[in-house]
């Protein structure tokens, strides 16, 4: 009778899931492990009610991974790994480390599982193809109309959002990428993935049933996956030619970035930050100003007041100097608005703001603040008043007829007057 042997018990916590016993199938608990780690995950999942939808994309994201396509998890859950890792450096004890993650689980960084996808070469027409098809074999349905985004039919939520997705892109440019914190990722293998959904099982379960994380599961997971960021210095990315991308913008409105982050004496970086989100001013005046720096601040004084840190980490934002820039900027805008306006009329207005999508403040204006809505006030009354008269004016610039047609919903809900 061989005492030395292990049987594997999923059920169990995931420490536990191989015990020495006589007789046992399994000749060391290293064999154990890595047979039972996989039945731990799925029985895991299922009891999250997890385990169809994950198949799903488990199989969707492994086909793309052997296509030679890089899959990385981005976005939220990210940061919150990223800070996940920096209390476990801190606090190895594991006693110590249960105490910090229960605070952690209060900042509610990890919610939803977005998987990002790069080809690095242009998306041709037949790729498309290619990538829908193998959508629909894995019963997966498109949700982008620009975009390539799927999602499942019918998808799990969590705070009225699917819990997972696949979005694939050529690439990330500059002039779309936000801030650092949102854009941390972490590379998908078909090593780590299967750990990846056992981490968003536990997540999950913990969020909708309230039922307690397996702590060690948390610990070993940490150790198979690593949170990579883009350069970055005192929360910009760091820019040079190779990276600089203009969004597009006009010469005019480009010269004028130039000018105002020399006479401030901001560099390249911040020229950067500043296209980005004036591309899409939403960025700035919502996103910006009512998510990611409140989100900073918060995972800044939490790594503060927990000892974790004693200074603002680089890849976050320095909220009152963002505020500060956000505020000069706005105010030249304005300027250079009003004098490009009141220089070449509706044509050399246009022209100046090439490129720069409004509709955002039209479609979601319910979402935004007083502390966003003042800001679009600031930028936009003045030259409303300029043009109120002229806003029906018939012109065969599709843009300027959203751009007019926005001005007057602005003024129809009150904000320009």
């Known amino acids: 009778m061989n005492i030395n042997t292990y049987n594997c018990y999923p059920a169990n916590k995931y420490n536990d899931i191989c015990k020495q016993e006589q007789d046992g199938i399994y000749k060391t608990k290293e064999d154990c492990k890595t047979d039972c780690e996989n039945k ?42 990223q800070v996940l890792k920096m209390i476990a450096d801190k606090y190895k004890d594991k006693n110590v480390f249960k105490q910090y993650f229960e605070k952690f689980l209060e900042l509610n960084l990890v919610k939803d599982w977005d998987f990002h996808c790069y080809t690095h070469k242009e998306i041709t027409g037949s790729m498309k193809k290619k990538f829908k098809k193998l959508a629909r074999q894995n019963n997966l349905v498109s949700r982008g ?11 799990i939520e969590i705070s009225e959002t699917a819990l997972f997705e696949v979005s694939i892109w050529e690439k990330d440019n500059y002039s779309d ?6 854009t941390m990722k972490i590379k998908v293998s078909n090593h780590n993935l299967k750990y990846i959904f056992m981490l968003a099982a536990s997540f999950y379960s913990y969020t909708t049933k309230k039922q307690d994380i397996d702590l060690d599961v948390i610990i070993e997971m940490l ?56 591309k899409e001013p939403k960025r700035m005046y919502y996103r910006l100003l009512e998510k990611n720096l409140p989100k900073a601040d918060k995972i800044y004084h939490f790594l503060r007041d927990n000892k974790i840190v004693n200074n603002i980490p680089t890849w976050l934002f320095n909220t009152p100097k963002i505020l500060k820039l956000v505020d ?48 679009i006030k600031t930028l936009l009354n003045d030259l409303y008043n300029k043009m109120k008269d002229k806003l029906d004016t018939k012109s065969e610039d599709k843009e300027y007829a959203i751009f007019s047609d926005i001005l007057k919903f602005l003024h129809t809900r009150g904000l320009l007057v």
């Open 223 to 278: 150790k198979k996956i690593n949170v990579s960021m883009y350069e970055h210095k005192d929360g910009f990315f760091v820019i040079n030619e190779k990276t600089y991308n203009d969004g597009g913008l006009s010469s005019g409105l480009l010269e004028m970035i130039d000018t105002f982050i020399k006479t401030n004496n901001y560099n390249n970086n911040a020229k950067q930050f500043l296209i980005a989100h004036i």
């Open 40 to 81: 731990y995950i799925y029985n895991n999942l299922k009891k999250a009610g997890l385990s169809n939808e994950v198949s799903i994309y488990y199989r969707f994201i492994r086909e793309l991974l052997n296509m030679n396509i890089d899959v990385y998890l981005k976005g939220g859950n990210p940061l919150g790994m």
């Open 177 to 182: 990428l936000e801030s650092v914190m949102s």
């Open 328 to 375: 000069l900027f706005t105010k030249e805008l304005k300027k250079h608005i009003l004098d490009a306006y009141n220089k070449s009329g509706i044509d050399g207005l246009m022209k100046f703001l090439v490129n720069v999508n409004f509709k955002p403040l039209r479609d979601e204006y319910d979402r935004f603040t007083p502390d966003g809505l003042n800001y």
């Open 145 to 155: 109309s620009k975009l390539i985004l799927y999602q499942a039919r019918k998808p």
